[in-house]
Each structure stands twice: as structure tokens, then as C-alpha cells.
């Protein structure tokens, strides 16, 4: 008799705290007006998202992709990073990205969600198999001092282009385009997880 009343409370433990995680219970509290004030006591603005995601990020969707980037890293290019503008070109509302452009260089970088990459490689060596953090993916060399990277990130694609057609940018020059766009998909996958 004793072993179901231990076993009966055991349960209702373990049905509690499995109703207060499920309804988002903390140690928050809630302002008349019902935003939270978290632990800090510092009201949150109504309909505001929290800061950082729970639990590991395993997709691009919902990234800034403009605030990725190291600032030192874009003008060790040329690349002003004042210069960013939002937008991406696949025109999904889904789908995120970025653009600078600096004199003849560009930088894009997509985030296009549910998006497989073609991983098929060019006899003439243009288009190479890479790895980076983990995750799979093609460097393609291209006209002038200008890389072209696309990662499988789980389920979706990253496009990482280094651009400079005329060659004028001696920071890319040889195959320095590359290294560039490598660094780059580093900074925008670190914190992301693979599935």
C-alpha cells in the first residue's frame, strides 16, 4: 500500500513539472499589463522575442544575416561595413541575406530555407567539395578575384559570394577570394548545430 502512495506521488512530481515546462513556467513575473519582467525585473516591450533562441540553433531561418560578420573582416577587403543592405535574393519571405558592395568587391551572403545544394563537383576543378564546421558543401572559383560558397546547413542552403570581376581588390587576389568566403561561412555557422 505504502509503494503505490510512493509511486502515486512520484507521478503527480513528475506531472507537475512536465505542466510547468510545457506552459513556459520561470521565475519570471508578470507585469498588470502581462509582459514578463523576467529575473531582472526590467519590463519587456509587449509582443518582444527573448534575445537568444533555446536550445542550439539548427536552422539559417530567422538570422540577421547582416550582423554576422566581423566588421574587421569586411574592411581587411575594402569592404565598408556600413555599406550592408538587407534582402535576399530569392524573394521568399522565408529566405534571408545580405549585400555590401565597396567599390568593385561585393559580398552576398543568403540563407534560403528548405534548400538542398547541388554537391556535384566540375571536371576542370572550378567547383570543389569543402567542409566547413562540419557541414558540406562547394567552393566554386569564379571570374576575376571571386568565390562562390554554398553549405547544405541541414535543411537549408548558405550562399556565401566574394566577388571582385575586375580584379582590382589585391586582398583576393589567387585564391585568396576563397579563404575569404570560407572565414565568412565560418562566422555566419558558428552556434549552429548539425542535425
Not at 519590463?43 to 522575442?49: F, I, Q, R, T, V
Not at 568565390?147 to 585568396?176: F, H, I, P, Y
Request: charged share 20%; with cysteine.
Amino acid at each position: 500500500m505504502q509503494i503505490r502512495h510512493v509511486a502515486a506521488a512520484t507521478l503527480m512530481v513528475i506531472v507537475l513539472t512536465g505542466a510547468a515546462a510545457c506552459s513556459g513556467g520561470d521565475s519570471s513575473s508578470s507585469s498588470p499589463s502581462g509582459n514578463s519582467t523576467g529575473s531582472t525585473g526590467i519590463k519587456k516591450p509587449a509582443g518582444a522575442k527573448p534575445s537568444t533562441p533555446k536550445g542550439p540553433r539548427t536552422t539559417l531561418k530567422g538570422m540577421d544575416i547582416c550582423k554576422v560578420l566581423r566588421d574587421e573582416s569586411l574592411t581587411a577587403i575594402a569592404v565598408e561595413p556600413s555599406d550592408a543592405r538587407e534582402g535576399s535574393e530569392s524573394g521568399r519571405s522565408s529566405d534571408s541575406g545580405c549585400d555590401w558592395q565597396s567599390g568593385g568587391t561585393e559580398v552576398q551572403i543568403n540563407a534560403i530555407i528548405d534548400m538542398s545544394v547541388d554537391m556535384s563537383v566540375d571536371e576542370y576543378g572550378i567547383q570543389k567539395k569543402i567542409d566547413v564546421l562540419g557541414f558540406p558543401g562547394i567552393a566554386a572559383t569564379a571570374l576575376g578575384n571571386s568565390c562562390d560558397v554554398s553549405m547544405q546547413v541541414n535543411a537549408d542552403e548558405l550562399e556565401v559570394n566574394v566577388r571582385n570581376e575586375d580584379s582590382s581588390n589585391q586582398a583576393l587576389q589567387g585564391s585568396k577570394a576563397c579563404d575569404v568566403a570560407k572565414d565568412f561561412t565560418r562566422q555566419v555557422l558558428t552556434g549552429v548545430t548539425k542535425k
